[in-house]
Nanobody, 124 residues
Framework: EVQVVESGGGLVQAGGSLRVSCAAS????????IGWFRQAPGKEREGVSC????????YYIQSVKGRFTISIDNDKNTVYLQMNNLEPEDTAVYYC?????????????????WGQGTQVTVSS
């Protein structure tokens, strides 16, 4: 089965760190753009970050710049989102999405594959 699977969410205090992972199953991330979205209760889904496996180019939403880092491990076929200095406003379900096209397509919400999400909760 072709899918992406997230892991690594949890509960952390404000100022703490978490790393969430996105693993591909049934395909490889070669020539894919892989992104992270989040959705908090009562809020719109927003694209947080994206990485293009072809050239390593990255994208971050303004509110996470300097705090979050996206990376890819091609050997493990996994994308990571390292989240530092977390704030209560970062609390959301985080979803991974992948497109064989570009980060623009992914961030626009038109990915080929979507994960089921992992909960990240930041307490104040």
């Amino acid at each position: 089965e072709v899918q992406v699977v997230e892991s690594g969410g949890g509960l952390v205090q404000a100022g703490g760190s978490l790393r969430v992972s996105c693993a591909a199953s049934g395909f490889t991330f070669d020539n894919y753009a892989i992104g992270w979205f989040r959705q908090a209760p009562g809020k719109e889904r927003e694209g947080v970050s994206c990485i293009n496996s072809r050239d390593g180019a990255t994208y971050y939403i303004q509110s996470v710049k300097g705090r979050f880092t996206i990376s890819i491990d091609n050997d493990k076929n996994t994308v990571y989102l390292q989240m530092n200095n977390l704030e209560p406003e970062d609390t959301a379900v985080y979803y991974c999405a992948a497109s064989h096209r570009t980060c623009g397509i992914v961030v626009g919400g038109r990915a080929d594959y979507w994960g089921q999400g992992t909960q990240v909760t930041v307490s104040s």
